[in-house]
């Protein structure tokens, strides 16, 4: 699937599932572990290995690449920008007629090959030739670009050209267009509650659709080093970004309206504003809490003289992951709330907090105090940040690479890195190496499996 490009060496290799239409062709982990630690963390426990396998082969949620793909989807959709809305899922009348296009499209490749076959049948294979070969294949692929031509959606709606992206321009959004009509497409749009491209095929197919057009588009009009091979997986990109678009959808909206509210005077704000604010407020104190609670917990078991710069990292309150409660909570009943991990933080960093956690509770002096840093601490699941939850997540300053995500990393420049003041020197005294002595603090001697002689 590589193809030559005027800008040089580059090759982007797309991988797309081969569940189109048989004529549709494309044209054109970070930080290890140290030795004797097999402990997962909450997150990777919660993802199956499949599952676990594909993500590793994306680039990372805040790369360059991603923030390409993703905004070519959305310019196609007719929004752009991190203030953007998306369009309505299909109506069950788009959903109908989409389906009507496939059976009529499958119906129609199976009399063409049927002619085929009755016609290569009368054909002497001795006579077939390498030339007589060639020109039935372009006969065939003719064949099935008329069908779809034919076939093609006769109430196509496209999505108004946004006005706040100059790199897209109306040419390659007409291309789009035109493929989405001819595979039987009334607009671009996705199905917002079947995130998983598998339990649509509406999804799955518009997904395609998207990343072989992006590819086209990337490889004419974006600029890199000519010695550089990349390799995205592009519909897998824009598979993930559907899982937190539903959300982005609601929060997009509720946010942009509480911030119109927040202007106004205190009397003039609606009660509802005024309760996410508090609820914002309470939210950063508990997260202060958090820090202070793990900085307390660090300066007793992780050795000063080797560990000091882990354990003022730890001082921030802005390492500590956000989080969201139960919708089901009530004043008598209360649920751990999920963790909402850092787009910018990375997987030791992630692991050695959760694992000061443990041993915060584990040195409360008290059963009192115990349940209440359970409480504080206690989370029931974890999940990645959504694309508008990672617009307002802040970096904090003066942190050392290694709690720095490498792809996050990587994709900063030398000038973006000084601004987050971050510490490069070497450390003899990994994030790795204060996690392995810190299991060795909290494992309980019952948990270490017997060994029968």
Known sequence: M???????????????DDDFPANETPQ????GTEKGTNKKTPAKAKMNPAENHQQSLLPHRLSSLTRSIVEFA??????????????????????????????????AMDNYHRQQAAASSLTDEHDEGTEDQAERERLKKQALEEFEITLQSSHYLPAPLPTNNYEITQVWKDQCDAQFRLKGFPRITFQWNKPNLDSSSWNNRAAIILAIQWQQWYLQHRRYSSNVQLKVDAKGVIGRWLKTSACNRSSTHHNNS??????????QQTEETRRLAEFKRQHEIRKEKIGRLRYATAKS???????????????????????????????????????????????????????????????????????????LLGRKDVRESSEYEVLNQVVPLGLHKSAIDTDFYNDNSILERKQLQIDNTNKPYSLNQALVDLQLLTCKTNAIPISID
């Not at 054109?28 to 930080?31: L, M």
């Not at 109506?91 to 389906?99: I, Y």
């Open 28 to 31: 054109d982990q970070n930080g």
């Open 2 to 16: 590589n193809q030559p490009t005027p800008l040089g060496k580059v090759t982007v290799k797309l991988e797309v």
């Open 258 to 267: 509480n911030n119109i509210n927040s202007e106004l005077p205190f009397d």
């Open 301 to 375: 078991c992780i050795p000063k003289q080797q560990g000091q710069y882990i354990i003022d990292m730890v001082k921030d309150p802005g390492l500590v992951s956000d989080y969201e409660d139960d919708p089901s909570n009530t004043e008598t009943h209360k649920i751990p709330s999920t963790r909402i991990l850092p787009f910018w933080r990375s997987k030791p960093m992630t692991d050695l907090l959760h694992e000061l956690d443990v041993a915060a509770i584990q040195l409360s002096p008290n059963l009192s105090l115990k349940n209440y840093n359970l409480s």
């Open 74 to 107: 959305k310019f196609m959709m007719g929004t752009s920008g991190p203030d953007y809305r998306l369009p309505e899922p299909p109506t069950t009348e788009e959903l109908k007629a989409f389906e009507v296009w496939n059976i009529e499209y499958l119906q």
